[in-house]
């Protein structure tokens, strides 16, 4: 723990303030900057900044100190910010990590029901204490009953914090080192053979109208299978990396149902445009 007071380099903070130590890296990315923004490339620990999200709220401030490269955490108390120099964590060197509400946690609460609980009487306990007091201890109480879901809300919750803290990165313009964030991303277009085995309504999904030239003829679709799916903006941009220097694939789209999800993709071949409209 440190103590900041008076006016240092930290703006005079007169709270509690923590460091992480190692836990974070950033130096900017030798390459030209587009559109005047300053792309971050970015290492840390993962389980330290999804810590920080899962932490996040009224009480528990976290920023990432874009000059320093560190996680920095500010505990709200009966301590004063000295009025002479007031904190202005607005300023661009500070990235706030947002603030959990409860409301949060039970939204993520609700998606792990629906996932993982399915019918029966323990799926009607569960959706039971919504909208009643006390549902996060409620929430609790029934998890410390089956072992086995208590892991599993562990590991969702960890990987939902996860791509959060993925997406917030990528909205805030740090290049991330995928290999170390995501796993391996392949991709493979179907065969012939292999779409004549696909389900009805998917093989009935299909381009009707380029949304350039508006031409409606000779449009032919695409279908791409991923191992791994559209979780977090970082998979979403790599998955757009793969099919653009694989396929010269520019634009696609998604087909979900059942176990297998597929991407979608075609061309007009009057125009060029991959911007097409597609419909059962």
Known sequence: ???????????????????????????????????????????????????????????????????????????????????????????????KIPSRSPDDVLAIMELFIYDKVHGGAT?????????????????????????????????????????????WLCSHDFELECPRLIPKISIRELTADERKGLPRELKDFRPVACLDCHNTTRLSARLFTCNVGPENMLIENETRRILKERFGVSHHGGWSGGKQD???????????????FWDY
Request: with cysteine.
């Open 1 to 95: 723990m440190k103590r900041v007071c008076g006016a240092g380099e930290d703006g005079g903070i007169n709270k509690i303030i923590k460091e992480g130590k190692n836990n974070i890296e950033m130096f900017l990315d030798d390459k030209e900057p587009e559109g005047n923004v300053e792309k971050m490339r970015i290492a840390f620990d993962i389980k330290e900044l999804i810590d920080a999200f899962e932490k996040s709220d009224a009480l528990h401030h976290f920023f990432v100190d874009t000059s320093t490269g560190r996680l920095v955490s500010i505990l709200d108390s009966s301590e004063q910010i000295n009025p002479q120099k007031p904190v202005q964590f607005d300023i661009p060197r500070y990235l």
């Open 123 to 167: 799926a009607k306990r569960f959706h039971q204490i919504f909208g009643q007091t006390e549902q996060l201890r409620g929430f609790m109480n029934l998890l410390a009953k089956s072992p086995t879901l208590q892991k599993q809300w562990v590991f969702f919750q960890r990987k939902h914090l996860k791509n959060e803290a993925i997406n």
């Open 262 to 276: 597929f991407l979608t993709a075609g061309k007009c071949p009057q125009c060029g445009s991959e911007n097409l």
